[in-house]
C-alpha cells in the first residue's frame, strides 16, 4: 500500500483510569497530551508507567502512552468472556480499522486535532487471566509456523494534543516505505 493510501475508520469508547487497575472506565471523552498521552490516566508520562518496565529500568521512554483496541476482537470474545470496552486496558476502542496490521509509526489522526503514532503491539501481561481465566490465551495465537500472534490491540505515543470523543473519525497515514511489522512493545 502506498503512504497516500488512507484508511478511514471510528472511535467506538474511550477510557482512562487514574490507578493502575487492569479495566478502564468509560469516558464521554479523553485528552491526549502531546508527548505523555492521557490525561489522568495511570500509564501517561514521557517514561515507562507500566509496573513491569519501571522495574527493570524507570528511565526508559514511555512507548505505550495510549493504548488501542479494536472492538472486533471485543465482538469476537464477547460470547465467552463477556468483555466490553475499556475493561482490557484500552484507552481508545476503534472500528473498522485492522489495527494488528499497521505498521510501526503510522500516524492515527484522531478527531479534531490529536494525532498518535503506532510504536508496537501489546504484550499481554498475567493480569489478563486474573480478570477473565483462559483470556490470555484467547488473546495469543499462533501462525502457521508457530511464531506468536499478540491480538491485545497496539500501543502508541501523543504527537498532537487533543480531545477524543466517541464517534470520532480516525484516519491512518502509513509511514514511508518500507513498512516495518509491528513487534511487542
Known sequence: MEMNDE????VVAVSKSDTHTFSK???SSIKLLKGLGVEGDAHSGITVKHRSRVAKNPDQPNL???HLIHSELLDELRERFNVTAGQIGENITTKGIDLLELPRDSLLFIGESAVIKVTGLRNP????DSFKSGLMNAVLDRDNNGNLIRKAGIMSIVLESGEVHPGDQVRIQLPPLPHIPLERV
Open 25 to 27: 472506565e468509560n469516558c
Open 125 to 128: 501481561c498475567a493480569q489478563i
Open 64 to 66: 505505550r502512552q495510549v
Open 7 to 10: 484508511r478511514i475508520g471510528a
